[in-house]
Nanobody, 115 residues
Framework: VQLVESGGGMVQPGGSLRLSCAAS????????LDWVRQAPGKGPEWVSR????????YYSDSVKGRFTISRDNVKNTLYLQMNGLKPEDSALYYC?????????RGQGTQVTVSS
């Protein structure tokens, strides 16, 4: 199982970024996926979840209304569209899934929101 995130960067408050997570090594379309973030000195914070089909999504209260999770089961790719970014959104963002009883995550992509 391999999960590779991309799309992070530095953006001003109010800006937007689109993160991607390219997956391989498992049947992508059969598993739900999560986005999780971790700021320096803090524990992991769950951000969003999407069902295997993509029909059901969940968001933490801190990002609801600003972030949109989606997936392309043909391209085996997970996305996170982030709008209205705030400094408190700055963190390492990574995707995560549970496959065959084990949890897998990518190396993450850094998002920095600063003026």
């Amino acid at each position: 199982v391999q999960l590779v995130e991309s799309g992070g960067g530095m953006v001003q408050p109010g800006g937007s970024l689109r993160l991607s997570c390219a997956a391989s090594g498992f049947t992508f379309s059969k598993y739900g996926l999560d986005w999780v973030r971790q700021a320096p000195g803090k524990g992991p914070e769950w951000v969003s979840r999407i069902s295997a089909s993509g029909n059901t999504t969940y968001y933490s209260d801190s990002v609801k209304g600003r972030f949109t999770i989606s997936r392309d089961n043909v391209k085996n790719t997970l996305y996170l569209q982030m709008n209205g970014l705030k400094p408190e959104d700055s963190a390492l963002y990574y995707c995560k899934t549970v496959f065959a009883g084990s949890t897998y995550r990518g190396q993450g992509t850094q998002v920095t929101v600063s003026s």
